[in-house]
Each structure stands twice: as C-alpha cells, then as structure tokens.
C-alpha cells in the first residue's frame, strides 16, 4: 500500500516528469511546455493559498486572544461597576439616616449637596 500523497507531491512528480522530456511520455515538446506551465500556475497559486492560510491562522490566533482580553476586561469592568452601585446605595442609606435623624435641621440645596458629596466621599462629619 502507498503513502497518502498531498496534492504538492503529485505536482512535483510530474513536474518532473514533464521535465524530462517527451520521448517516453508520448507527448509533444509543445505538450510539455504547457504542461509545465500549468503546473508552475497551480504551484504559485498553491503557495499563494498556503499563504493565505497562514494569515488566517494568524488572525484567528489574535481574534481568540483579543477575545479573551475583552472578556477580561468585561468581567473587571462589571465587577467595578457593582463595586461602586454598592458604595452609592450605601453612601444614599447613611444620608437618608443622617437626614431622618436630623429633621429639626433646614438645609439649603447646596448644604445638603454638600453634605452627600462629604458621605459618598467619606469624608467630614456633620
């Protein structure tokens, strides 16, 4: 039983074949120039395929790894996200506290901004 050959291989052997003449092949001079000719197209285009194939191989491989990295980021971005939900909806419990604990108190609109900018901070006391 004979080796699978690839289409490569097939190409060289007769290609070779072609290059040694014609005398037992039965064909012209003018058939193995074409021949030959052909052959060298289906072999640059075969090369121009590899190519090719090699490029999308490459690709794919940076596609995957941007992919991943995006992902990544995703979960980083999402994780903060709730991170800072949850800092918020805290910060507004203590200035709801603070407020209902301190109702004889009237504020003006920029004392009470002011006051939820120094709780969500963490900074000052009232």
């Known amino acids: 039983m004979t080796s699978p050959t690839t289409p490569r291989d097939d190409i060289t052997r007769l290609s070779e074949r072609l290059r040694r003449g014609h005398n037992n092949s039965g064909l012209s001079p003018l058939d193995c120039k074409i021949g030959l000719d052909e052959l060298d197209a289906i072999s640059a285009r075969m090369k121009e395929l590899e190519h090719y194939e090699r490029n999308r191989d490459m690709w ?67």
Do not use: M, P
């Open 60 to 126: 794919k491989g940076q596609c995957e790894r941007q992919a991943a990295q995006l992902t990544s980021l995703r979960d980083v971005a999402k994780a903060a996200a709730d991170t800072l939900r949850q800092e918020r909806d805290e910060a507004y419990e203590r200035a709801a506290k603070h407020f209902e604990e301190s109702e004889h108190l009237v504020w003006s609109n920029d004392e009470a901004a002011d006051a939820i900018r120094r709780l969500a901070a963490g900074t000052g006391d009232f």
